[in-house]
């Protein structure tokens, strides 16, 4: 009898607009030498862009663009059991999929993704500007890897075991169940791709995942790197700021507002207006000593325009979340 352990099948989801450059070809190469061997690996290439040269027997697919679209899709090619979502400038260790599985598996998951963001290893000034500034703090005695907090932020374990169960995720590394992913509706999250430089879409991703029933895992040792090609040109950084602001409204009010009771909607409108002051108040100070001044309007305009797009018929037409938790 044989003593090799069986894993099951996955195939390879990649997004791209095929200007990752020679980092493309470091994550093609270290897919092709996993120790656990995908069945296929398809790269789904924006509309209107040029195709990568190819490196191996990469399967090419145009899609639509955009950051919300090119993860929202069917994967009508892909018929395995799991399916191994990735950007284009990740680095896999040949051990990585093998180890992602095994975490996945011993630890009855339905998704795992790796820490590709050590917030726990900053240093300590850098905890504490990510705390003042980005609404991300360290803790101490969570079960989670990342947790949701009621404002939309998040906080971070900052003592991880090497497997954890989550709420969130960074979305650069997905290996999830093909058919739970099917039946997550990412389709109604489009609405993300309205607003130019994208952000948000992670989170949206991975915590409605989790608010749904499904056990998210990261895994803090499996290898895997995220090379950040920076591929993104922000060409209008006043506007980045606000698509930025508002998004993180309409997340918070769909994500953790809408689906709660009385009470949940209390606690989810004390914790957003918190920090959104906050914010307001830091924004404030940089206004008064004359740096980026457009973030003060860009609070007062961001909550402004997120209220009246939650108002809109178009807003009112997407389905609610449906959470189990």
Not at 49 to 69: F, Q, R
Not at 116 to 124: E, G, I, S, T, Y
Not at 185 to 199: H, Q, R, V
Request: hydrophobic letters at 35%.
């Amino acid at each position: 009898m044989s003593n090799i352990k069986q894993y099951p099948t996955y195939s390879v989801a990649i997004r791209t607009l095929g200007k990752a450059g020679f980092l493309y070809d470091v994550l093609i190469r270290s897919l092709k030498a996993q120790t656990v061997a995908p069945e296929n690996i398809y790269v789904y290439i924006a509309e209107g862009y040029n195709l990568p040269t190819p490196i191996a027997d990469e399967k090419y697919i145009y899609c639509k663009k955009g950051m919300a679209a090119q993860r929202a899709l069917d994967f009508e090619e892909i018929d395995s059991e799991f399916i191994l979502l990735s950007d284009d400038d990740i680095y896999f260790h040949p051990d990585s999929v093998r180890k992602m599985f095994d975490g996945l598996l011993d630890n009855e998951g339905d998704c795992i993704c790796p820490n590709v963001f050590p917030n726990h290893q900053m240093r300590l000034r850098s905890k504490v500007l990510h705390a003042v500034f980005y609404g991300a703090f360290p803790s101490f005695f969570s079960k989670f890897a990342f947790k949701i907090r009621q404002s939309s932020y998040y906080s971070y374990n900052n003592n991880p075991k090497e497997v954890m169960q989550s709420q969130s995720s960074a979305g650069a590394c997905v290996l999830v169940k093909k058919e739970l992913y099917s039946k997550m509706n990412y389709k109604d999250e489009l609405w993300l791709d309205k607003f130019p430089y994208t952000s948000g879409q992670d989170q949206i991703f991975s915590y409605k995942l989790y608010r749904y029933g499904h056990k998210l895992l990261i895994h803090y040792n499996c290898g895997i790197k995220d090379l950040d090609a920076r591929t993104g040109h922000i060409s209008d950084v006043i506007q980045a700021d606000f698509n930025k602001r508002m998004i993180r409204y309409i997340e918070w009010y769909r994500s953790i507002y809408e689906p709660n009771g009385a009470f949940g909607k209390f606690r989810a409108v004390v914790g957003y207006y918190s920090y959104w002051f906050w914010l307001l108040m830091l924004s404030l100070l940089s206004f008064a000593v004359g740096r980026n001044k457009y973030k003060f309007k860009n609070s007062i305009k961001a909550l402004k325009e997120g209220k009246q797009y939650i108002k809109s018929e178009e807003f009112k037409k997407i389905p609610k979340w449906q959470v189990k938790r």
